[in-house]
């Protein structure tokens, strides 16, 4: 560090030209304060709990299980960022943005801010992860994120709600973007429970559906084709996609499968794809896409999730291409959602 002597005779570094704007960008984002005490307040359920209007933390701890001037501060806290309002009384309010983690909300992302102690404790190891090839998780957990989910049921029941909360927000995009009047049979691979391909068979009448998973989760997906109505036009398949996948698709739809896997595998996955598909077929992969700019993206920062909980990875366009070339498809088209977007392939 250089220090100058200024014309009062201290130096510089005594009294620093303070770049306040970067100063206070860096607290922003230094903060992990905030992303905690945030799932704590999903956790307890405290935006259901003022769906009434405001209340004190008291009560609202009285109600929710919570120790009252403890959760006073975390609510205090979260008052500055906007996820809540707090009046002279100190009784705190939703804003528009809590009023997204209501489980009620016809677009709730409750699912996606759930406090999952185990991801955590990955990302707080992410230093592990970038140092040597094994992942942050298996390093503090000692096994993968997947047989971790599989042993844990509180671990799988946030991971499920995650994934569900974020089919709500993806379902109507995924609607709106694509021209889905040229698909008959859509295939959904590591479709989960069916709430994505219920979502598209319910908007289109004349489409028939096939959802493969494996066979620890396609069965789960009856029960909600059944209460969605699309039951009687979608095949259940319980199936590894690394073996086979369906024949006789017009749409293959693969969404937020690529970033768990490697480039090879997931050419893997999509060589099967292509020998069971029409010539003329579309492949969909819904995923993380780096963008080539420093602008904020979500695949960026998603990529680092991945990185702490296993060997998966976002791509850029370039690489995804690669992966499409190496199964002989083509990338043809990358179409915003407005979150993730949608890549298309079709046969090389
Ligand atoms: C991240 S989840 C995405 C689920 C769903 N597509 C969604 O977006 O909600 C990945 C899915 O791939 C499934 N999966 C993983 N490996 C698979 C395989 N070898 N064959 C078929 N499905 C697989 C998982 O069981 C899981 O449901």
Redesign the pocket.
């Known amino acids: 560090m250089t220090t100058e002597t200024t014309s009062a005779g201290t130096t510089a570094e005594q009294n620093p030209p303070a770049d306040v704007a970067a100063m206070n960008q860096l607290v922003r984002i230094g903060d992990y304060v905030t992303p905690i005490a945030l799932r704590v307040v999903v956790e307890l359920r405290v935006p259901d709990a003022l769906a009434g209007g405001p209340r004190t933390a008291d009560d609202l701890a009285a109600e929710v299980g919570a120790h009252g001037p403890s959760l006073y501060r975390v609510l205090r806290a979260l008052t500055a960022s906007g996820v809540l309002h707090e009046d002279r009384g100190h009784r705190f309010a939703l804003t528009p943005v809590s009023d997204l983690l209501r489980e009620a909300h016809p677009y709730s992302m409750r699912g996606m801010y759930r406090l999952s102690p185990a991801d955590l404790h990955a990302m707080a190891e992410l230093e592990h992860g970038v140092r040597h090839e094994e992942s942050a998780f298996e390093h503090v957990h000692g096994m993968s994120f997947w047989e971790y989910t599989a042993t844990h049921p509180e671990h799988h029941e946030r991971y499920q709600h995650n994934?569900w909360s974020?089919?709500t927000l993806e379902i109507p995009a995924v609607l709106r973007v694509y021209d889905w009047s040229a698909t008959r049979t859509l295939v959904d691979?590591?479709?989960?429970t069916g709430?994505?391909i219920a979502g598209i068979l319910k908007e289109h009448p004349g489409m028939r559906g096939v959802l493969?998973?494996?066979p620890d989760?396609a069965p789960h997906s009856r029960s909600l084709l059944e209460r969605e109505g699309v039951l009687d036009r979608c095949e259940i398949v319980s199936?590894?996609?690394?073996h086979s996948v369906p024949a006789g698709g017009d749409t293959y739809l693969l969404?937020?499968?690529f970033y768990?896997f490697t480039d090879d595998e997931c050419t893997r996955i999509l060589r099967s794809v292509r020998s069971a598909m029409h010539p003329d077929a579309r492949v969909l992969v819904l995923d993380g896409v780096v963008r080539s700019d420093n602008r904020h993206d979500s695949g960026k920062l998603h990529d680092l999730y991945v990185l702490a909980m296993g060997q998966g990875r976002c791509r850029s366009k370039a690489e995804l291409s690669a992966v499409f070339a190496g199964a002989g498809l083509r990338l043809t088209r990358v179409i915003p959602t407005g979150a993730f977007p949608l890549v298309e392939g079709r046969a090389a």
């Open positions: 994934m974020m089919a691979l590591g479709g989960g709430q994505m493969l998973d494996l989760v199936g590894d996609f690394f969404k937020r499968v768990d």
